[in-house]
């Protein structure tokens, strides 16, 4: 078990099957010492816990967590070609969907569920910049949708 699953463990996280993709696509992909993901859905076990618009079938606080889930399917989907997350060297970017209601404006707070899911498993390699968007629906009608390019130490 590499070290980055070491503290997944002790903050009592299990990192996930890499997910099936829902269409023509692969889960993440390298190019040159960079892995970019596909857009990961909060997916448990192949089944969304909560489906919905934040700011009405689902809470802020619900959502955040929704995008933590979805940043832990994203590093498995990192981890499928990388092979070892210990070759992390940094996150460089997260983008964060939020399927919203039409006055919610919350988007930044529920996506810091992937970001600070990240800064607690990769210390200063977590940090990153991001970007925050507000959508009307996403795929299986998921509340949160995460990607992220990472680069690799090697």
């Known amino acids: 078990m590499s070290a980055v699953e070491d503290k997944l463990a002790e903050l009592g996280l299990e990192l996930p099957e890499t997910a099936t993709p829902a269409g023509a696509y692969v889960p993440a992909l390298q190019t040159g010492r960079y892995i970019y993901t596909a857009g990961q859905v909060p997916l448990v076990k192949g ?34 070609v990388a092979g070892d997350l210990d070759r992390i060297a940094r996150v460089v970017k997260v983008t964060g969907f939020v399927a919203s209601a039409p006055d919610f404006t919350g988007q930044p707070g529920v996506i810091n569920g992937a970001s ?39």
């Open 47 to 80: 089944t969304l816990p909560m489906t919905g618009k934040v700011g009405a079938e689902v809470t802020p606080e619900e959502a955040k967590d929704l995008a933590r889930t979805a940043a832990l399917n994203a590093l498995a989907a990192v981890k499928s």
């Open 116 to 154: 600070e899911l990240l800064g607690e498993v990769l210390g200063a390699a977590g940090t990153h910049a991001r970007s925050a968007v507000g959508v009307a629906v996403l795929p299986l009608d998921a509340p949160v949708e995460v990607e992220m390019q990472v680069e690799l130490a090697d």
